[in-house]
């Protein structure tokens, strides 16, 4: 996976936080995520995120998210 997690900004528009995994994937796919980002978001530990910068940190941290 080649997805660099600084472009999944620009899918998270108009989630608002805190936000579970399932609502945030849901909200990127309908912003035209790509399906890698879709997927990297599933596979998160965290069942919830209390903010955008939250999320960030963790995509960052994910093997082939940076």
Do not use: C, H, W
């Not at 899918?11 to 995520?33: C, M, Q, V």
């Not at 903010?51 to 963790?58: A, G, R, T």
């Amino acid at each position: 996976m080649d997805f660099n997690p600084d472009d999944a900004q620009q899918y998270l528009e108009g989630i608002e936080y805190p936000a579970s995994k399932e609502e945030i994937s849901s909200a990127a796919e309908g912003n035209g995520a790509p399906e890698d980002l879709v997927g990297l978001i599933g596979t998160l530990p965290r069942p919830e995120f209390s903010s955008q910068e939250e999320l960030m940190d963790e995509l960052r941290a994910r093997p082939g998210g940076g």
